[in-house]
């Protein structure tokens, strides 16, 4: 069983939609949980982390479920510029984090 | 001001030679990572140094070494490189260890292409 599983994608939707990514980690012991974005040809920039009680930035929420091990993004009134990559990140202290494969999100007008 | 940044961006070599890329990080960060991603966009730790002292090694040939010559500088050798190393490699650097909830800063990245 792969670490962090994402959805696999790639999600077309147009612009003003709302989209969700899931994503799934294997490690109970995991600790660190975080949102990256990659654009094409690009390196990975956090998006945001995510923290037990869910949490909000704008248009974008981020929920965490420890029990089932399972980690969400939403993202509200999809713009052109959300088209990217967005990858689930899980982490241990101590050790590297683990990335998922990434799901790719493309917002057409 | 570039935080973390890294030379060559693009580097094409044939097979069997020794290439080297550089990091730097100008963020004061104790931690600096080395990742692979390849054709199929999986990105994965290969090294991790924290304060120069190398802290995470993952299942990496021997002919990757990687150099830091002190907190700000890591750099990565690779030797008698091989087409399978082609591939986007990013610098990355954190306050803290990997694992906290410590953002991770990556490099733009290098695109080598062993021929």
């Known amino acids: 069983r792969k670490e962090v599983e994402q959805d696999p994608g790639p999600f077309n939707v147009p612009e003003g939609a709302t989209v969700a990514f899931n994503c799934t980690y294997s490690n109970s012991a995991s600790q660190s949980f975080f949102w990256y974005r990659q654009d094409c040809r690009k390196e990975p920039k956090l998006l945001m982390s995510?923290?037990?009680s869910g949490n909000e930035d704008g248009r974008f929420t981020a929920q965490l479920n420890r029990a089932s091990q399972y980690i969400s993004l939403l993202i509200r009134d999809s713009k052109l510029s959300d088209s990217a990559t967005y990858l689930c990140?899980?982490?241990?202290?101590?050790?590297?984090?683990?990335f998922g494969k990434g799901t790719t999100l493309s917002v057409s007008s | 001001d570039t935080a973390v940044s890294q030379t060559p961006k693009y580097l094409v070599t044939q097979m069997g030679n020794d290439k080297s890329i550089k990091c730097e990080q100008n963020?004061?960060?104790?931690?600096m990572y080395w990742y692979k991603q390849d054709s199929k966009k999986f990105l994965k730790i290969m090294f991790s140094?924290?304060?120069?002292?190398?802290?995470i090694n993952e299942t990496v040939p021997n002919r990757f070494s990687p150099k830091s010559p002190d907190k700000a500088h890591l750099n990565l050798h690779i030797n008698s490189l091989e087409l399978g190393d082609s591939a986007v490699y990013f610098c990355?650097?954190?306050?803290?260890?990997?694992?906290?909830?410590?953002?991770?800063?990556f490099g733009p990245g290098t695109r080598l292409t062993v021929l």
């Open positions: 990140v899980v982490g241990q202290a101590g050790t590297a984090l683990i």
């Open positions: 963020l004061g960060h104790d931690t």
């Open positions: 990355a650097s954190s306050r803290r260890t990997s694992g906290t909830t410590d953002t991770q800063y």
């Open positions: 995510v923290y037990s």
């Open positions: 140094y924290n304060n120069k002292e190398l802290i």
